[in-house]
Each structure stands twice: as C-alpha cells, then as structure tokens.
C-alpha cells in the first residue's frame, strides 16, 4: 500500500473501530471501492497485520481516553477499598476471554475471508438488524458496570466476538449485549471500549512480527497509518461517548441505517 492508500485506509479505520459500523468490514469493503489493486499475495499474508497496527493505534487511543480506569484499576490491585473498580477490572478480565480463545482457534479462517467483499457487505447489513433490533427490542437500562454480573460479563465478551466476522461490529455487538444485560447506553459504550484494548493488544503481539516479511515500505506505511488512526480514534470515542450519555433512546437507529445503506450499495456494485 502506498502513503495515501495509507492515510485514507488509517482515516476511516480510526472512525469505524469504535463507531458500531465495523472497521474490519470497512478495511474489507475500502480497497474494493476505491479500486485499488492490492495483490492477492498482500490480502492473504499481509493486509491482516497491517490493519492490526491501525488497531494498535486506536487501541493507545483508548488507553489515553480512559487513562484514570486504567489507573484506578492497577491501583485497586493493591487497595481493599476500591471495591468498584478492582471488581471492573475483573469483570474485563472474564469478557475478554471469548473473543481471545476464539480468535486464536479460528486464527487460519479467518485469514481467508478477508478479501471477500460480498461476504463483508452481507454481514454489514446483519449488523444493521442487530444494531436496530438489539436496542428496539431492550428497555431502558439503568445500570452502571460494576453492577454486573460475571456471567453477563462473559457473555458481553461473547458477543464481541462476533467482531472477528468482517462486518459485525465489536463495539456494536458488545454494547447491544449490554443493553440487555440492563447498561445504561453510557455505561455499556464505556465497557465496550475498556474491552476493546486487551483484545486489541494481544492480536498486536501475534500478528505485528509478520509485518518483518512484507514487501518493502510495508512497515514505515503501518506505523504512520497506526499513529493516523489513534488521533481519529481519540476524537471518535469522544464523540460516542457524548452521542451515547445523550441519547437512551434510539442512539444505534443512525448507524444501523448506515450499515444497511453501504451494505446494500456494495453488494449492488459487485454484483
């Protein structure tokens, strides 16, 4: 990929790794619309590594966002008061585990369908209905996330992994889950996002050394697009988690409509 194939791939991902809109179907969907011949060999071996290091970036995004939880949460390890958060970070600890033990069984399958756009759109579109329905069909919930349970907790990191499909969100998923464990929309954005940086950072580990092997430029072009899709990321959770203490109501209506629009627009023109 060359420096603006880059910067525009770094843009959107930055934007849709934490908008409910997936960002693994947009890195999916992107090359297609915009005509880029990227080369079957780089889809296959590459690509995935490369949009892990724009993941990484929005992952440092996230942990600069919610830097005081992340603090309080090391803290609480070594203070008996804080009940609240030592008992989120647990709760984190129990959701994470899904997605991980999951994404390392799959690892292979899910390598082979990074390229297939058809597939990408379709389940974009199922996005939408999950995003449209999972709220319609829940009542207002009213609790904060040291209040839940760890099963729900699990079963929140189970949903997530639904991400690991391209065109099922992971914010999305997880935040549809805990409106219906009873998360206030505020709350369960704020669980969603605190959830994302661990699976983040760990598929950094496994996957960031294959980009040693990538052809040349490789490398310099994911650090700049990491770095391009943390600062997007940072103003983007900002943005959600105004959008979310705001609207207890109808907040995933716009991005479930989005989801069926571009879905739906791709499949046409792929066809």
């Known amino acids: 990929m060359d420096l603006l194939q880059t910067l525009i791939i770094s843009v959107i991902q930055g934007i849709t790794e934490l908008f409910p809109i997936s960002s693994v179907a947009h890195a999916v969907l992107t090359p297609f619309v915009f005509g880029w011949d990227l080369g079957p060999e780089f889809l296959k071996e590459h690509f995935l590594p490369f949009v892990v290091m724009l993941h990484l970036g929005t992952a ?16 609480s390890l070594f203070d008996s008061r804080a009940v609240a958060a ?10 994470t585990i899904p997605a991980a033990l999951i994404g390392l069984v799959f690892e292979k399958l ?3 369908i990074f390229s297939n756009v058809t597939s990408a759109a379709f389940f974009l579109i199922l996005n939408g209905v999950l995003l449209y329905a999972g709220e319609k ?19 929140i990191g189970l949903a997530q992994s639904l991400a690991l499909i391209p065109g099922f969100s992971r914010s999305g998923a997880s935040m549809v889950a805990g409106f219906w464990a009873g998360l206030t929309h505020e709350a369960a954005a704020r669980f969603s996002f605190l959830l994302a940086a661990p699976i983040i950072l760990g598929a950094s580990v496994l996957e ?3 980009l040693a092997h990538a052809p040349a430029g490789t490398m310099g072009n994911a650090v700049i697009g990491g770095v391009v899709s943390g600062i997007v990321a940072f103003f983007s959770v900002w ?33």
């Open 137 to 155: 069909l829940q009542k207002r919930g009213t609790k904060a996330v040291e209040e839940l349970s760890f099963v729900q907790a699990l079963l």
């Open 208 to 210: 960031l050394p294959k």
């Open 60 to 75: 440092v995004a996230l942990l600069g966002f919610f830097w005081r939880d992340w603090l309080d949460f090391i803290k």
């Open 86 to 95: 030592r008992r989120t970070l647990f709760l984190l600890i129990v959701g």
């Open 110 to 112: 899910l390598k082979g």
């Open 239 to 271: 943005a959600l988690m105004a959008w979310f203490r705001k609207h207890e109501v109808n907040a995933m209506r716009p991005f479930a409509i989005y989801c069926w629009i571009v879905g739906a627009l791709v499949i046409a023109l792929s066809s």
